[in-house]
T-cell receptor, first 115, second 117 residues
Framework: EAGVAQSPRYKIIEKRQSVAFWCNPISGHATLYWYQQILGQGPKLLIQFQNNGVVDDSQLPKDRFSAERLKGVDSTLKIQPAKLEDSAVYLC?????????????FGQGTRLTVV | AQKITQTQPGMFVQEKEAVTLDCTYDTSDQSYGLFWYKQPSSGEMIFLIYQGSYDEQNATEGRYSLNFQKARKSANLVISASQLGDSAMYFCAMREGGSTGFQKLVFGTGTRLLVSP
């Protein structure tokens, strides 16, 4: 079974530039998460999709971050314009509801450096 | 309010010894799940073990066991017979919400484990 795919693995941009990250979840997984993990901290949930609908985006800085999940499969996360404090690893995860267990599988992440 | 609390920023253990990583949680839901993930220096998040709030027995997966004390709202990870490859960050996470609801997965701040020879 293929895992969660993310690209790019690394990205360096200047502040005020734009950047986009892509995620392809595991086939059949209805739930997709985007997390931001700043160095030395735990992952922080930015947005959660159920199929192609947003179920939680309470911690997404909507003035600069946007995300979409077209057709309930792939997802993109965009930052426009980027700030220095956006430097972090952006993790995508997906899960499928199995009884009360919904283990999330993670991609390898995209490491963003804003200079 | 912090949902998941991991009070140990770092832990040291000698190879072949057991180590306990602490995790306490806060929720008003009756149905929830607790997870432990390992994050090596390469960055990927590796699922280790799961405990459901209705599970009466503590979860075990090989050398990993979860010491679940529901009344105390704690879900400590026990790693037996530590190996050098266990050196990594360990995150406790909680999924809230009913089995048919849209469940959120929130993480603690992590504990860095260092296993010495």
């Amino acid at each position: 079974e293929a895992g969660v795919a993310q690209s790019p693995r690394y990205k360096i941009i200047e502040k005020r530039q734009s950047v986009a990250f892509w995620c392809n979840p595991i086939s059949g997984h209805a739930t997709l998460y985007w997390y931001q993990q700043i160095l030395g901290q735990g992952p922080k949930l930015l947005i959660q999709f159920q199929n192609n609908g947003v179920v939680d985006d309470s911690q997404l800085p909507k003035d600069r971050f946007s995300a979409e999940r077209l057709k309930g499969v792939d997802s993109t996360l965009k930052i426009q314009p980027a700030k220095l404090e956006d430097s972090a690893v952006y993790l995508c995860a997906s899960s499928i509801l199995v009884g009360r267990t919904t283990e999330a599988f993670f991609g390898q992440g995209t490491r963003l450096t804003v200079v | 309010a912090q949902k998941i609390t991991q009070t140990q920023p770092g832990m040291f253990v000698q190879e072949k010894e057991a180590v306990t990583l602490d995790c306490t949680y806060d929720t008003s839901d009756q149905s929830y799940g607790l997870f432990w993930y390992k994050q090596p220096s390469s960055g990927e998040m590796i699922f280790l073990i799961y405990q459901g709030s209705y599970d009466e027995q503590n979860a075990t997966e090989g050398r990993y066991s979860l010491n679940f004390q529901k009344a105390r709202k704690s879900a400590n990870l026990v790693i037996s017979a530590s190996q050098l490859g266990d050196s990594a960050m360990y995150f406790c996470a909680m999924r809230e919400g009913g089995s048919t609801g849209f469940q959120k997965l929130v993480f603690g701040t992590g504990t860095r484990l260092l296993v010495s020879p």
